[in-house]
């Protein structure tokens, strides 16, 4: 199970930190992917951490902006996310893929899913 936390209003140029904790299962054996869905569009990736050799990989969209990052101790990922738009607002989910090696965690590979949590970002 995996459960998303740390969404919430915030204004533009700000910054939240987003965190995807981990139970029944440990997180470092998994690519962990962060997605976001705009309100009438479709989900799209935004940042994927390859646990297998902590490769990162970032959506042009949001590089230099956000980081991912691990705590192997708390089996927790973040998303830090620094300088943020109104283009930002978006539920965001994050996600585990068995295979930990993956550079991108394509959507379809993807084996389970938080509930999201809300980013408002709204002056």
């Known amino acids: 199970r995996l459960v998303e936390s740390g969404g919430g209003v915030v204004q533009p140029g700000g910054s939240l930190r987003l965190s995807c904790a981990a139970s029944g299962f440990t997180l470092d054996y998994y690519a962990i992917g962060w997605f976001r869905q705009a309100p009438g569009k479709e989900r799209e990736g935004v940042s994927c951490l390859s646990n297998g050799d902590g490769n990162t990989y970032y959506a042009d969209s949001v590089k230099g902006r956000f980081t991912i990052s691990r705590d192997i101790a708390s089996n927790t990922v973040y998303l830090q996310m620094n300088s943020l738009k109104p283009e930002d607002t978006a539920i965001y989910y994050c996600?585990?893929?068995?295979?930990?090696?993956?550079?991108?965690?394509?959507?379809?590979?993807?084996?389970?899913w938080g509930q999201g949590t809300l980013v408002t970002v709204s002056s």
């Open positions: 996600a585990a893929d068995d295979n930990r090696w993956s550079r991108t965690c394509p959507e379809v590979s993807m084996d389970a």
